[in-house]
């Protein structure tokens, strides 16, 4: 249903142990009342996600962290003043109303305030917070449009709100504030550089094939269903009898493609990133047999493209 007119019945569902995946700016999310453990395991039962990635759990505003959570490191009160709402994740201790499920057993969680109107109302409109992660199969593309969410996940959702393209198309940047040097544990549509800027240098913690410190932080994941290839640039096709698709940044590739897409002809990486999961989304659906993608340029928001790029690729390694 239309996002601006479906608020109070998916609220509705909210409250009453139901799914529904909600537009934000980052992908549309797989949203379930983060107060009722028996609602958020559905969650994991829709996507097929494994009980050990933890979820983010959604805030009407910012106000709303410390009355859940308590008192928060300096850092991390700094960082949702300075950034919330958008495209920020921060780690914070759980609280003990927050049950167990929703962290995957951690006893820290991550928690973002969305850059949306749709998603604010709607949490605000259920009044309680909502655990949602992206609402697709785990391990497969994120969903920007609300057909992504229907095609992938179907009747396990209660209520889709459509909102329409998201705005980022990419995922939240995760950071974890609380020590004396912010770590960025998963790249996404905030850039590190505007991270940088606000509180000075930080490091970043590559992804892990282990247990998750935060969610989205497996060495493979984000995979189309067609096998994923990373090449070092633009590169000819292959010749053979072999139908590819390839996804280039700004320039089309030379050579009879069976399926092409471009990021972004201006090769603006806001633009790419915004397009990059709807792009893979329409290659992956031509039948061909393996698509090849070529990075973006390693600065700004390209540099969590290309970090999905290889979290893909590496699925099929």
Known sequence: MPADSGIAEAASVLRTGGLVAFPTETVYGLGANALDARAVARIFEAKARPSFD?????????????????????????????????PVTLIVDRPAVIPPIVTSGLETMAVRVPDHDAARALIAAAGVPVAAPSANRFGQLSPTRAEHVVRGLGPAVDVVLDGGPTRCGIESTIVDARGDRPVVLRLGALPVEALEEAVGPVAVRPGSSGQPVAPGTLAAHYAPRTPLRVVSGAEPAAGDDVRRGFLAFRDRPAGDWAAVEVLSAAGDLTEAAARLFDALHRLDGTGVAEIVVEPVPDVGVGRAINDRLRRAAATWQ
Do not use: D, N, Q, S
Not at 57 to 72: D, F, N, P, S, W
């Open 54 to 86: 933890p979820l983010i759990t959604h805030l009407a505003e910012a106000a709303e962290l410390e009355k859940l959570v308590g008192t928060v490191p300096a850092a991390v009160a700094a960082l949702a003043e300075r950034f919330w709402p958008g």
